[in-house]
């Protein structure tokens, strides 16, 4: 059974600094890992995605990576501001033909001014 | 190109009583799956359909039940309504199921239980 993990579960920290999130997940035969913004109530919006193939993907101030044969992967975020407040869902598939996703509990993070 | 569509956005509904919820995929995606999120278990898998068919189910009770149309949208029922049905309810869209297909979620419906 796929078992996905993050920690911090929640992070507070002042504008400007730089943070890391961390995930990781029990079983490496994946085919994707995804990461997730969720602000709250609202629905899921993805962030960026890295292949199984691949060790890591950017965008803009985010960069994640993907060590598959640890289950690990860290959503990385530079110069973090008031707008980055949201929680962050990590999620890794099965690798196989079954679409369902598995989930972490996410990172509730806070940046203040 | 429109995204995945969830309606209604918001529900309150009474203890006992039935829900329909509503999912239109993306257009050209034919696998539509949907998750239950709770502050208490966070994101739970619910079902994944694709052509019509149920091919994977979570580990929720009988009350809930789902299907798809035709034209790929999907519908999810629930019935004798509990308080802790209470939740954010997701559809995920993507091409075909699994083998690192992307998906996409939609904004999701709150149904709120009375």
């Known amino acids: 059974k796929q078992e996905v993990t993050q920690i911090p579960a929640a992070l507070s920290v002042p504008e400007g600094e730089n943070l890391v999130l961390n995930c990781s997940f029990t079983d490496s035969a994946i085919y994707n890992l995804q990461w997730f913004r969720q602000d709250p109530g609202k629905g899921l919006t993805s962030l960026l995605l890295?292949?199984?193939?691949?060790r890591e993907q950017t965008s803009g101030r985010l960069n994640a990576s993907l060590d598959k044969s640890s289950g690990r992967s860290t959503l990385y975020i530079a110069a973090s501001q008031p707008g980055d407040s949201a929680t962050y869902l990590c999620a890794v598939d099965r690798g196989s033909t079954l679409g369902r996703l598995y989930f972490g509990r996410g990172t509730q993070l806070t940046v203040w001014p | 190109k429109a995204g995945v569509t969830q309606t209604p956005r918001y529900l309150i509904k009474t203890r006992g009583q039935q829900v329909t919820l509503s999912c239109s995929p993306i257009?050209?995606?034919?696998?539509v799956s949907w998750y239950q999120q709770t502050p208490g278990q966070g994101l739970q898998f619910l079902f994944e359909?694709?052509?019509?068919?149920?091919?994977n189910k979570g580990n929720f009770p009988g009350r809930f039940s789902g299907r798809q149309f035709s034209n790929s949208r999907s519908e999810m029922n629930v019935s004798t309504l509990e308080l802790g049905d209470s939740a954010l309810y997701l559809c995920a869209s993507s091409l075909q199921p699994g083998q690192g297909n992307i998906q996409y979620f939609g904004a999701g419906t709150r149904l709120s239980v009375l």
């Open positions: 890295i292949q199984s193939s691949q």
């Open positions: 257009s050209g995606h034919r696998s």
């Open positions: 359909y694709f052509s019509e068919t149920q091919r």
